[in-house]
Every structure is written in C-alpha cells, then in structure tokens.
C-alpha cells in the first residue's frame, strides 16, 4: 500500500452530523418536576425538550433549573395554574410568527412555535397540547368536550391552510394531543370507545389534522399499528405497572421531507415509576436533518 507522500497532510475525516434528538413530555407542572428534568437528560440526552401542563406563569418559570442542564434557549407560555408549554434547547432558535395563536378565542397558552438552528438546516417545531375535555363525551353537555372538539378542528384549519401555501416543510409537531387514535393506542379499544380521549369523533378529529398537514406519525413510524404503543398510565390506577391500562396520548408528527430522516424513538416507560412521576412518560423522536 502507497502511504502518503512526505509532508502531505492527512485526508480529513468527515463526520456526519448527529441526529436531532428531540423530546415532548407533559411534565405536570414543570416546578413540581423539576428535579425529574436532569433524570430525563440523564436517560435520553436529548437536544430539545417540549413540555406541556407547565403550570407555571412566566414570571415563576425555572429558568436557572433549565439553563443548568444545558438548555440555554428557551421560550415559554405558560399561566397560574392551569395548561402551559415551554420549549427547552441546546441550539439555538428563533420563535415563529403567530408562535401561540389565541386558539378557541381563549389565549389559554396551548402552542408555542419556534424555529431551530438544527445541524441540517432550521427546522420548524411546533409544540401543542390540546385539552383534556372532560369526562363526558358529549358537546352539548360538557363545555370541555365541546372546547376539545373546537381546538382540534380550528387546530385542522389551521393545517389545512399551510398545506394550501404550500405545506409544512422541515417541520416536527410534538406535544400531549390528548387523543389516543388507533385501535392499539389504547389498552381495550371496545372498552375504551365511549371514553374521552378514543371516543370515534376525537380519533376522527385527530385523523383529519393530521391528514389535513400531511403530517407523518412518527411513532408509528417504528411501532407497527398492530402493536401495543402507550406513553399515559392513569394515577387511578392501584399499580400502573401490572394492570399496563395506558393510552398513546403524546404524539410526534414530523412533515415528508424530514420522514425519511428517522432514526430512532424511545417511550421512557420506566419514567411513570418515578418518585412524584407525571402520569404521561418522556417520548424520544431522533430524526436526521
């Protein structure tokens, strides 16, 4: 073999840029939590985290907390309380336009938007969380249901119109969506049709956003649709772990062109046994940008 010639400097060795590792978790109140969130990076070494159910006002948000394990850009929407998103990152990102629409005329801080300096190139990440609506599936005798109902279609709407102008492009949608749609996204489909979150209605609602924004389910992605998949054990439940009654209801959806960019998922099951854990469980997307 010819070695090199003296003086003559070494072929560079090109490596390819890592994966974007992006996490959604409904923390359940992000200052309750707090702690649970070093637990999280520790386990899934993630590069953007998307919570929901913050809980927390602007003015009271953790950033110290956050910034300490890394996530030094972060944006937040959050209320006294009540529902609330935040995204955490390493990289960079600047916040969309229009970032947390006031959807349902409400401005009850379910959506934030922002764009990410990703290694491939910026990628357009949207994270949701849609409400819960009751326990009663009937619009006309639950105004939670009906809420739900309406934040989905104008949330369809809304999918609808950016396919029009063109389509969602090098863009990820996460969040807690509420809404367990396939027959395996739940513990019992017969059992389970009459109950909020896999009612007929939402998981045709949820189809047709999804549909609306050519969006890609990205668990699914890995996950055939005849197996199991679940990221919510209830807190009724004596022990959670052995009757493993869950529902699929925090969701990554990410737009055709980055579909082919999947690498990996990991739903961190173990996360629902911890000490004072959220009844949802962190998920793992890994995509190639």
Not at 20 to 49: E, G
Not at 174 to 190: F, T
Not at 208 to 235: C, I, N
Not at 258 to 278: M, N, Q, T
Request: proline share 6%; hydrophobic share 40%.
């Amino acid at each position: 073999m010819a070695g090199r010639k003296k003086g003559a400097e070494a072929p560079a060795v090109i490596q390819a840029a890592r994966p974007l590792r992006i996490v959604t978790w409904n923390i359940n109140s992000v200052r309750l939590r707090l702690p649970l969130l070093a637990d999280l990076v520790a386990a899934l070494d993630p590069d953007v985290i998307c919570l929901q159910e913050t809980k927390c006002p602007d003015e009271h948000f953790p950033h110290e907390g956050a910034g300490a394990l890394g996530f030094t850009h972060r944006a937040i929407r959050g209320m006294k309380g009540y529902n609330g998103v935040a995204i955490l990152s390493k990289l960079p990102f600047a916040t969309r336009d229009g970032a947390d629409p006031d959807w349902c005329g409400k401005g009850d801080c379910r959506h934030l938007a922002v764009e990410l300096d990703a290694p491939g190139g910026p990628v357009e990440l949207h994270d949701f969380y849609i409400p819960a609506g009751g326990d009663i599936p009937d619009r006309e005798k639950n105004v939670k249901f009906a809420h739900k109902l309406d934040f989905v279609a104008e949330a369809t709407a809304w999918s609808a119109k950016r396919k029009a102008e063109g389509g969602f492009r090098r863009a990820a949608l996460v969040g807690d969506l509420n809404i367990a749609p396939l027959e395996h996204d739940v513990w019992s489909h017969k059992q389970l049709l009459d109950v909020v979150s896999h009612t007929p209605i939402e998981t045709q609602a949820l189809t047709a956003m999804m549909a609306a924004g050519e969006w890609h389910d990205a668990l699914r992605h890995f996950v055939p649709v005849d197996q199991k998949l679940y990221t919510w054990w209830s807190y009724r439940a004596a022990d959670w772990r052995a009757s493993d009654r869950g529902r699929r209801l925090d969701h990554v959806w990410v737009s055709p062109d980055l579909a082919g960019g999947l690498r990996s998922h990991r739903v961190l099951k173990d996360a629902r046994g911890w000490e004072k854990a959220s009844d949802h469980v962190p998920v793992l997307v890994e995509v190639a940008t």
